[in-house]
Structures are given as structure tokens and as C-alpha cells.
């Protein structure tokens, strides 16, 4: 309760307290440090980097999709594993900077005729299609677990579209992993499903992976 002859800090100021604590941790965060350094997009970049040192997913030569690219992080690792004969498509409806050996499109990674042109762009059936696709916070961790997992859906979709049999799946769930139904579906298309949360995903954030491998192409 405030006390007589104050109030309460309004929204604009719990924004602003809320960007300062932000821009500190940011300046604090080692992996965000290191990303600059190294000349990373984004700390997310590592993520990547260490989900593949442990489950092993690219290989030289690899067609691969990233869904919800912005700002490139993902992208830029991926393009640096499959090197100069692989594909790598980058697709969101944020624009994103061109990446040496990247594809860029700036579309709805969910619509028909962006599946169409990402068929183009790779030249072949994918290897791999990523998502780290995430919408803003609302505040609310039900409705916020509701709108990714819905997006965590519409990325299982687009990559039962375009993957080879055999082909992984890597995307973005919150803390508890996907829901039933949908983690049913994900064991059904894939022979290896596992939740991981990598050393470089903050300790207090709610995300967690799902690296799912050996697809299994419907007859």
C-alpha cells in the first residue's frame, strides 16, 4: 500500500525501471559479451552452438531452414557448419541484415507461398528446420504459454513439410516442455525427441528446446 501522499509508479515508469534492469543485466551477461566480441547477432547464437556440440546436427553440405530468424544468430551458425556447399534459409517477417551464404526472406514463415519459396531457395528437401520463433510477453504466462506453443505447432507443420526423412527439428517451448498433444505429434514424425535447456539460455528464463531427430516422412 502506498503511503499518504504518494503513488504508486505508473506504467511508463515500471517500463522504464524494467529497460534499465535489462540494459544491466545485458551489460553483465557473459554470453552477450562474448556475442559482441565474436561478432555474433545475438547471444542465442551460442544456444545453437551448443545444442549442436552435444546432439550433433549439422554436417557440411546440409540444407537448413530458420524460422523466426531476426536478428541472425542462428543463421550465422548454421551458415558457418554447413559451410560454402550447404543452404541456409532465413525466414521472419522482421527484416534481417544479409549474412554471407544466407538466404534471406522476409515473409510469414507460416503462409503457402512461403513454403514455396523456401522449397526454391534450398534447391532440395531440408535437413533441418529451426525455430526459435517467439512473440512479445504479455505478462500473463498462460496466454504467453498458449502463443508459443502455437508457434511451436505452425514450426512442426512447416517442417513436416519440408524435411527429408531422417531430418531434425529444433525448436523454442516454455519451461515444461510442449504441451501433450503437441509433443505426441513431435514423438510420432520424429525417432528421437529430447527437452534441453542449454548453458547459454538464462537460468531464470522459462525457455527450453526440443531437439527431435530421424523424422519419419509420411507415406
Given at each position: 500500500?502506498?503511503?499518504?501522499?504518494?503513488?504508486?509508479?505508473?506504467?511508463?515508469?515500471?517500463?522504464?525501471?524494467?529497460?534499465?534492469?535489462?540494459?544491466?543485466?545485458?551489460?553483465?551477461?557473459?554470453?552477450?559479451?562474448?556475442?559482441?566480441?565474436?561478432?555474433?547477432?545475438?547471444?542465442?547464437?551460442?544456444?545453437?552452438?551448443?545444442?549442436?556440440?552435444?546432439?550433433?546436427?549439422?554436417?557440411?553440405?546440409?540444407?537448413?531452414?530458420?524460422?523466426?530468424?531476426?536478428?541472425?544468430?542462428?543463421?550465422?551458425?548454421?551458415?558457418?557448419?554447413?559451410?560454402?556447399?550447404?543452404?541456409?534459409?532465413?525466414?521472419?517477417?522482421?527484416?534481417?541484415?544479409?549474412?554471407?551464404?544466407?538466404?534471406?526472406?522476409?515473409?510469414?514463415?507460416?503462409?503457402?507461398?512461403?513454403?514455396?519459396?523456401?522449397?526454391?531457395?534450398?534447391?532440395?528437401?531440408?535437413?533441418?528446420?529451426?525455430?526459435?520463433?517467439?512473440?512479445?510477453?504479455?505478462?500473463?504466462?498462460?496466454?504467453?504459454?498458449?502463443?508459443?506453443?502455437?508457434?511451436?505447432?505452425?514450426?512442426?507443420?512447416?517442417?513436416?513439410?519440408?524435411?527429408?526423412?531422417?531430418?531434425?527439428?529444433?525448436?523454442?517451448?516454455?519451461?515444461?516442455?510442449?504441451?501433450?498433444?503437441?509433443?505426441?505429434?513431435?514423438?510420432?514424425?520424429?525417432?528421437?525427441?529430447?527437452?534441453?535447456?542449454?548453458?547459454?539460455?538464462?537460468?531464470?528464463?522459462?525457455?527450453?528446446?526440443?531437439?527431435?531427430?530421424?523424422?519419419?516422412?509420411?507415406r
Amino acid at each position: 500500500m502506498s503511503r499518504p501522499g504518494t503513488r504508486p509508479p505508473g506504467p511508463a515508469k515500471a517500463r522504464t525501471l524494467s529497460s534499465r534492469l535489462w540494459l544491466e543485466r545485458q551489460a553483465r551477461d557473459p554470453f552477450v559479451l562474448a556475442a559482441r566480441r565474436e561478432g555474433w547477432r545475438s547471444r542465442a547464437a551460442f544456444k545453437l552452438a551448443q545444442m549442436d556440440e552435444r546432439f550433433h546436427l549439422f554436417a557440411t553440405g546440409r540444407r537448413v531452414v530458420d524460422l523466426g530468424a531476426a536478428p541472425g544468430g542462428w543463421s550465422q551458425v548454421a551458415a558457418l557448419k554447413v559451410g560454402e556447399m550447404g543452404r541456409v534459409v532465413a525466414v521472419d517477417l522482421l527484416p534481417v541484415d544479409p549474412i554471407s551464404g544466407v538466404v534471406i526472406l522476409e515473409m510469414d514463415a507460416t503462409a503457402e507461398e512461403t513454403l514455396v519459396a523456401i522449397r526454391a531457395a534450398l534447391g532440395g528437401p531440408a535437413d533441418m528446420v529451426l525455430s526459435d520463433m517467439a512473440t512479445p510477453a504479455t505478462g500473463d504466462r498462460s496466454i504467453d504459454h498458449l502463443r508459443v506453443m502455437a508457434l511451436c505447432a505452425q514450426a512442426l507443420d512447416v517442417a513436416a513439410a519440408l524435411l527429408r526423412p531422417g531430418g531434425a527439428f529444433v525448436t523454442k517451448v516454455l519451461k515444461g516442455g510442449a504441451d501433450r498433444d503437441l509433443l505426441v505429434a513431435i514423438k510420432r514424425a520424429f525417432g528421437d525427441v529430447r527437452h534441453v535447456k542449454p548453458p547459454a539460455s538464462r537460468q531464470d528464463s522459462r525457455e527450453v528446446y526440443i531437439v527431435a531427430q530421424g523424422f519419419r516422412a509420411p507415406r
